[in-house]
């Protein structure tokens, strides 16, 4: 069970760290198009997103081993498979959006990343 806990606080503090770059691109949005910086920003961020849904994945693997930590797996399932799957689907999205787009498409992002 150790490792499962360690799984699943490097899981939060990835998930934390992706949401952190959400925020500073949201807030230095205005700058980041006039410099033509946005897809390298969304290449950070998808990143960041994957290694947080893959250490979540870990942390679903292990959970499975263990009979004591399987009432974590309906709590894990949605947030890796679901939330996790979304938000890496609203980055691609992100990818090909463009001007007006891009900030709402960005806010719904953040709001989804809170989720997972």
């Given at each position: 069970m150790e490792k499962l806990f360690?799984?699943?606080?490097?899981?939060i503090a990835l998930q934390t760290q992706a949401?952190?770059?959400?925020?500073?691109?949201s807030l230095h949005l205005a700058e980041a198009v006039t410099a033509g910086d946005v897809p390298k920003h969304l290449g950070v961020m998808s990143g960041a997103q994957q290694q947080a849904q893959d250490m979540g994945g870990?942390?679903?693997?292990?959970?499975?081993?263990?009979?004591?930590?399987?009432?974590?797996?309906?709590?894990?399932?949605?947030?890796?498979?679901?939330?996790?799957?979304?938000?890496?689907?609203?980055?691609?999205?992100?990818?090909?959006?463009?001007?007006?787009?891009?900030?709402?498409?960005?806010a719904a992002l953040q709001k989804r990343q809170v989720t997972s």
């Open positions: 360690a799984l699943l606080k490097n899981t949401n952190g770059l959400t925020d500073n691109l870990s942390a679903l693997a292990e959970a499975g081993q263990h009979d004591e930590a399987k009432i974590y797996l309906s709590r894990l399932q949605p947030l890796v498979h679901g939330e996790m799957d979304l938000a890496a689907g609203q980055l691609l999205k992100l990818q090909s959006a463009t001007g007006d787009d891009l900030s709402p498409e960005l």
